[in-house]
Structures are given as C-alpha cells and as structure tokens.
C-alpha cells in the first residue's frame, strides 16, 4: 500500500500512539483499584476482559468522533478541548477517582469497562484528532495501542513518574495535534487554503501554550500546597 511508504502515515501513528500511551496512566490506575481485591487469579482475567471491552466501546466512539470532526466548527471545539486536556495533564493535581476493589469478577470487569469509557473522552477526541479521517490508520493505531494499555499501563506510570518530560511532550503533542485540527475545520477551509504557508504556525503557537499554561499552573499550584498545609 503506497500510504504506508508515506512518512506522514508514520508520523501520524506514532501520534496516536503517544496520544494513548501519555494519557493511559489514569486508566491504569483504574484497572489496578477496581481488580485489586480479586484472588489473583481472576485479576488477569479482570484485566483482560475489562480492558478489551473499554477498548473496543472506545474504538466505536473514536469512529463516532472522527465522523464529527468532519462537520464544520466541530474541529474548532475539539482543538479547545484538546488544549484543555493538554493543560490540565501538565498543571497536574487531576481528581483521581475513587474506586472501590471487587471480590466479584463480574463486578469488577464492569466497573473497569464504564470508569475507563468515561475518562477516555481525551484518548478519544486525541486519537481522532491524530488520525485526521483516514479509518486504516485509525485501526492500526489502536490496534498497536491495546496491548501498550493492557500490558505497559503500570510501567508507563512509573516512567511518567521517574522521567516527567515524558508527560511535558505528551501535552505538547495534544497542543501540536490541537493547532492542526483547527486549522482544518471545515468551517475556515477557504482561510487555510488562502494561507497555507501559515499551517505549521497553529500548532506551535498551541504546542507553546499549552507547555507555557501548564507549566504556570503546576508552579501555582505548588506555591499554594504549603499555604493549605498550614491551613
């Protein structure tokens, strides 16, 4: 296939998989708190089958997201939320949730199934965002992302915690991805194509905002932890 002898097909996938790897590490934790009071050996079971049916309600709203983001001003929104995701992902201090452990694996699968679908709406939009309507590099993408989720989740939190420029250029990744999709939305196409010489200058006016917006509020947040200490 000659799109896979394009570099841009590899930029892209390796796009969506940064994008799923970077923002992977919550549902991590998820996976852990809602397995963790299973006999070990139902908690690979839980694992597995839990992850598999997130992943795959998540690939049906990522086809979803990538129909949607072909209507005009839609692009526009997502690249908002895209940079919001980016922000909050380095301004950090994000309310983890507060699962309880099930001794039933049934139990447990569906909490891991309906706590992963809803913190996956910046995968989703992310991964959509990447793929830029082209549904074979979706698939693959995502096909190469699942056993990243399932297998490498706890160690990718490890080395986020270790090596934290890893999540400095996840979020300016998101800001990057940001600065193209709304460059393209449908509802500017005569602007952009007016201007295309200008079509790097969006995403990394957004890659530096996101980095510049984060990195502010992760600082303020840290000035303020001693004073509500004291409190």
Same mark, same amino acid.
């Given at each position: 296939m000659s799109m896979l002898a394009a570099p841009e097909f590899w930029l892209a996938l390796s796009q969506i998989i940064l994008i799923n790897i970077v923002l992977s590490g919550d549902n991590a934790v998820v996976i852990a708190l809602a397995s963790r009071s299973l006999p070990s050996s139902q908690q690979k079971k839980a694992i597995l089958f839990g992850s598999v049916g997130a992943i795959v309600l998540r690939i049906v709203l990522t086809f979803f997201a990538v129909y949607l983001l072909s209507l005009p001003y839609l692009k526009l929104a997502g690249a908002a939320l895209l940079l919001w995701i980016g922000v909050n992902l380095l301004k950090g201090e994000d309310d983890e949730e507060e699962l309880e452990g099930h001794s039933n694996l049934a139990a447990a699968i569906k909490t891991i199934i309906i706590a992963d679908l809803v913190m996956s709406l910046d995968n989703v939009i992310? #991964? +959509? +965002? +990447? +793929?830029?309507?082209? #549904?074979?590099?979706? #698939?693959?993408?995502?096909? #190469?992302?699942?056993p990243l989720i399932i297998y490498g989740s706890t160690i990718i939190l490890k080395l986020m915690t270790r090596f934290p420029v890893i999540i400095t250029a996840g979020a300016a990744l998101l800001g990057w991805v940001a600065g193209e999709m709304a460059f393209s939305d449908p509802a500017i196409d005569g602007w952009a194509a007016a201007h295309h010489n200008l079509h790097l200058v969006p995403p990394m006016l957004c890659a530096l905002l996101v980095i510049a917006l984060g990195k502010w509020l992760q600082r303020r947040n840290a000035a303020k932890a001693p004073l509500n200490e004291m409190g």
């Open positions: 992310g #991964v +959509a +965002a +990447a +793929a830029k309507g082209n #549904v074979f590099l979706l #698939v693959v993408g995502l096909g #190469v992302s699942i």
